[in-house]
């Protein structure tokens, strides 16, 4: 089963795609902590696209297109994958459509998560990533364990000007995608992300037939 998570910076699709790869047993690809992983080890790819991901800008398609490729390729894909953070425009659909097209498979589902912009931005000044697992929290909502807490680190693009700056480069280039998926006839659900993260993920497991 190959599925979109779609939704704005702070949605909540790391949160939930970690939760679904889990249940579902299919990688979650998310470019973002690619990325992230590619700065931290200091890789050229990782120093080409910090300067986009500090700016909140997206880092060019032809860069993004060739991590996703090569992720795809890898053996625990095979049985399909749940698609964080990526595509991101329509020139990153087409090419993940195609992608897909070469192995017989196509996107079964978008999840979108709504949220509204100052719930996100609660969320943001609140994230903490455990840089040992990846996993993501939240201070308020869902904090980290005490022996977790004090290795936590704060996203360098979680500050207020760069989150902002993130929404409006959503707006502007991925929420056009949930007409485009609309118009090709694949399935969009739309859920409520403002919810506990259990009710969330409840209504996903439902919404993929689990
Ligand atoms: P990326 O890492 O993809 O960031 P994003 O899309 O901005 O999304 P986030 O990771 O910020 O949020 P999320 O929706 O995963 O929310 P989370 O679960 O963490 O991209 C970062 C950058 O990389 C981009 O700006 C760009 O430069 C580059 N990039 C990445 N992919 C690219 C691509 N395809 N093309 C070009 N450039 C690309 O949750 C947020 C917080 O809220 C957490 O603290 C969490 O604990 C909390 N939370 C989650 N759910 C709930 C809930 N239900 N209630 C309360 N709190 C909650």
Known sequence: MDLILLG??????GTQGALLATALGVPK???????????RDGTELGRQAKGYMDAGALVPD???LGMVRERLSQADA???AIFDGYPRNAAQAASLDAMLAEIGRKIDAVLYLEVDDDAIVRRMGGRRTDPETGRVYHVEHNPPPAE????????P?????TVRRRLEVYRQSTAPLVEHYRAAGVPVHSVDGTREIEAVQGELLTLVGR
Not at 8 to 13: E, L, R, S, T
Not at 29 to 39: E, N, P
Not at 148 to 155: E, S
Not at 157 to 161: G, L, N, P, R, T
């Open 148 to 155: 977790v807490a004090a290795r936590c680190v704060i996203r």
């Open 62 to 64: 032809d860069v993004i």
């Open 78 to 80: 095979k049985g399909g």
């Open 8 to 13: 704005a910076p702070g949605a909540g699709k």
């Open 157 to 161: 693009d979680d500050v207020e000007e």
């Open 29 to 39: 690809i998310a470019t973002g902590d690619m990325l992230r992983d590619a700065v």
